[in-house]
Antibody, heavy 122, light 105 residues
Framework: QVQLVQSGSEVKKPGASVKVACKAS????????MSWVRQAPGQGPEWLAW????????KLSQKFQGRLALTRDTSISTAYLELRRLQSDDTAVYYC???????????????WGQGTTVSVSS | DIQMTQSPSTLSASVGDRVTITCRAS??????LAWYQQIPGKAPKLLIY???SLESGVPSRFSGSGSETEFSLTISSLQTDDFAIYYC?????????FGQGTKVE
């Protein structure tokens, strides 16, 4: 079945970087985009960025320009999020989510990973 | 950024009730709106895309309507599994944004 499995929880100090992996299975990885969404404790979700798994092209929320990078390795069907210069308000659950483009329009996220908790604390 | 405002924030209902959640966008998002259900501690689940299209595998008691700035999600007969938090999300303009959520309890 279609599945996204993310890497495990991370604890980081302010100023550090974190890299989260998202391994896809059950579908053709390159035929989709992957979005990354985070959710701080008790808050609604926040969209960060997407990557086109075929071309490697990315679109980032302007809020994260300069400290967020998305990459993918199509040979192992895995997408990566790297967030640099972490601060305490980056503490959240980070999700990867597939976007297959319903009727050719991207934006509705139909399969989600289980989430990766990133805690930032001194 | 486009702000998505959901109402109510919390909704008390019983099994079998008809439930409607509203989502208002601060700008026109055409029909580029999705609805998600989230059980606390779990990832969101896509219910509705493009305002009114039911995602495959989602029960037909869920329906969506609206366009431009006013949208709604209706559950025709609330079931036990439906007690959760519901979010709307626009993908008409970047950054894509979510509502703050409606808890159905």
């Amino acid at each position: 079945q279609v599945q996204l499995v993310q890497s495990g929880s991370e604890v980081k100090k302010p100023g550090a970087s974190v890299k989260v992996a998202c391994k896809a299975s059950g579908y053709l990885f390159s035929d989709s985009y992957m979005s990354w969404v985070r959710q701080a404790p008790g808050q609604g979700p926040e969209w960060l960025a997407w990557i086109n798994n075929y071309t490697g092209g990315t679109k980032l929320s302007q809020k994260f320009q300069g400290r967020l990078a998305l990459t993918r390795d199509t040979s192992i069907s895995t997408a990566y999020l790297e967030l640099r210069r972490l601060q305490s308000d980056d503490t959240a659950v980070y999700y990867c989510a597939r976007d297959v483009g319903h009727n050719g329009i991207f934006g509705a996220l139909d399969v989600w990973g289980q989430g990766t908790t990133v805690s930032v604390s001194s | 950024d486009i702000q998505m405002t959901q109402s109510p924030s919390t909704l008390s209902a019983s099994v079998g009730d008809r439930v409607t959640i509203t989502c208002r966008a601060s700008q026109n998002v055409n029909k580029w709106l999705a609805w998600y259900q989230q059980i606390p501690g779990k990832a969101p689940k896509l219910l509705i895309y493009q305002a009114s299209s039911l995602e495959s595998g989602v029960p037909s008691r869920f329906s969506g309507s609206g366009s431009e700035t006013e949208f709604s999600l209706t559950i025709s007969s609330l079931q036990t599994d439906d007690f959760a938090i519901y979010y709307c999300q626009q993908h008409n303009a970047y950054p894509w944004t979510f509502g703050q959520g409606t808890k159905v309890e």
